[in-house]
T-cell receptor, first 114, second 115 residues
């Protein structure tokens, strides 16, 4: 069964304190791994797509990496405005055709204190 | 670009009533997705359309739920009759074609409360 597990569930950081969020996945074949950011009361906002092990993507203070079994979202010197829930999702590969289905983890809620 | 538009943003209804949620995808996107988000189950895909045709509805919980996409710029998700356990945030997302992978862009959601 395809599955995505994110850890920790919640993370509190001081401004400037770097850390990493983990996304472990079990999938028969991976088309892509996605990271989204979700602010309270809003829809998820796309951050990154990773396709293959070893790939890295960066955006401002965020860097996403991918291995064959997990992805990390590294946050360098975070600011209070980085506070949000970060969601990881995988799209499984299907020989029968791409259904577009994303399987989401439960998310990590990040709070950055000034 | 206005992004994905959903209406209403909030809906409060009584058990047994019909609820219709609406979505306008981003212009030029050919895929549309309906998701439901709850604290217990997280974000779950309900149904996926490609070029207005339903492709995967395996996530639709039961016959009380139905979705349509009559044209490329409009989709509805209907619940009839509604039940308290349907209370959740419902998101619509549309997909940008091309490239190695299709990225899904989410709307602001409809917060549904069934009393």
């Amino acid at each position: 069964e395809d599955q995505v597990t994110q850890s920790p569930e919640a993370l509190r950081l001081q401004e400037g304190e770097s850390s990493s969020l983990n996304c472990s996945y079990t999938v028969s074949g991976l088309r892509g791994l996605f990271w989204y950011r979700q602010d309270p009361g809003k829809g998820p906002e796309f951050l990154f797509t990773l396709y293959s092990a070893g790939e890295e993507k960066e955006k401002e203070r965020l860097k996403a990496t991918l291995t064959k079994k997990e992805s990390f979202l590294h946050i360098t010197a975070p600011k209070p405005e980085d506070s949000a829930t970060y969601l990881c999702a995988v799209q499984p590969f299907r020989f029968s055709g791409n259904t577009g289905k994303l399987i989401f983890g439960q998310g990590t809620t990040l709070q950055v204190k000034p | 670009d206005a992004g994905v538009i959903q209406s209403p943003r909030h809906e409060v209804t009584e058990m047994g009533q019909e609820v219709t949620l609406r979505c306008k995808p981003i212009s030029g996107h050919n895929s549309l997705f309906w998701y439901r988000q709850t604290m217990m189950r997280g974000l779950e895909l309900l149904i996926y359309f490609n070029n207005n045709v339903p492709i995967d509805d395996s996530g639709m919980p039961e016959d009380r739920f139905s979705a349509k996409m009559p044209n490329a710029s409009f989709s509805t998700l209907k619940i009839q009759p509604s039940e308290p356990r349907d209370s959740a945030v419902y998101f619509c997302a549309s997909g940008r074609p091309g490239g190695r992978q299709e990225t899904q862009y989410f709307g602001p959601g409809t917060r549904l409360l069934v009393l």
